[in-house]
């Protein structure tokens, strides 16, 4: 820069404060552009309990986890069977064990969304895709905890279809709608299945 | 062509998303600069590995092949590490 023009703009004490404000506004505009831009993210909803819809999300889960992608999967209404060990009836209102005596016990009674003939479509399926040498559910679900998946159990259906801390799979997160927006607004891809 | 390699991984019967998985895991063990060959009898893992080098910021899909073993098609994949 010209040395005349440098002295000029340093100084004079207005000239200077100006820049430094001007500096100062984009610093903030920056960071505010920064905070938006999406990230290497996938995020997801599964409201479905079906076997073939959670398959989908946990095939979906583990590949962008092997992609280096962060992946979140925020679990609710039905899709919280997917995530259950075990069904306990104590300690819950009638409705809740009604709904859970009705509800799959755990992952490895899902349902198909088509065909299931009480339950003999989902065992076809399993069975099929096991001559087939693909994953079973359950694997995929280790497989995603071993990568990083971060899982996310709604707490508000949790609260209000009864199911007990203690029947859900260990290493979830519990948490409300902010916290999977918090994630799928800074998220590539999101979808909810 | 033949690619050189420093390690293979068999992923051959294994089905979506496990070849790309396993190779993800293989790859993490590898140094910057090595390359990984992946024996895969998934077709779509063809796709997969494209996509998976498009994406990821630390692999690069150095080489894709197709060979027979015996009338049934190999996919051969080499990705190297790069970061």
């Not at chain 1, 709604?154 to 916290?179: N, T």
């Not at chain 2, 420093?6 to 790859?27: F, H, S, T, W, Y």
Request: charged share 25%; net charge neutral.
């Amino acid at each position: 820069m010209d040395a005349q023009v440098e002295a000029g703009i340093t100084t004079d004490p207005s000239r200077m404060r100006a820049l430094e404000e001007k500096l100062r506004d984009l610093e903030k505009r920056l960071a505010q552009v920064e905070g938006q831009v999406a990230e290497d993210r996938v995020s997801m909803v599964v409201f479905s309990g079906d076997l073939d819809r959670v398959l989908a999300a946990f095939v979906i889960a583990t590949g962008a986890a092997a992609m280096g992608q962060q992946v979140s999967m925020f679990f609710t209404f039905w899709g919280l069977s997917a995530i259950k060990k075990d069904t306990h009836i104590s300690g819950k209102s009638l409705f809740q064990k009604m709904m859970a005596l009705m509800s799959p016990g755990s992952s490895e009674s899902l349902p198909v969304s088509k065909m299931n003939y009480f339950g003999v479509g989902a065992k076809m399926l399993r069975s099929m895709m096991k001559d087939r040498n693909v994953s079973s559910l359950e694997e995929l679900m280790a497989l995603a905890r071993e990568l990083g998946v971060k899982m996310i159990a709604c707490e508000m259906s949790r609260d209000v279809m009864g199911i007990q801390e203690s029947e859900l799979i260990p290493g979830l997160e519990f948490g409300g709608v902010a916290s999977f927006l918090a994630d799928s607004l800074k998220s590539r891809t999101s979808l909810f299945i | 062509m033949s690619q050189v390699f420093d390690k293979m991984l068999d992923a051959r019967g294994q089905n979506c998303p496990m070849p790309l998985v396993n190779a993800r895991k293989e790859i993490g063990k590898l140094e910057v600069g090595q390359v990984l060959k992946v024996v895969a009898t998934d077709r779509g893992s063809l796709a997969d590995f494209q996509g998976w080098a498009k994406v990821a910021k630390n692999v690069e899909l150095v080489g894709q092949e197709t060979e027979s073993d015996g009338g049934a098609p190999l996919y051969v994949h080499y990705v190297k590490r790069t970061a």
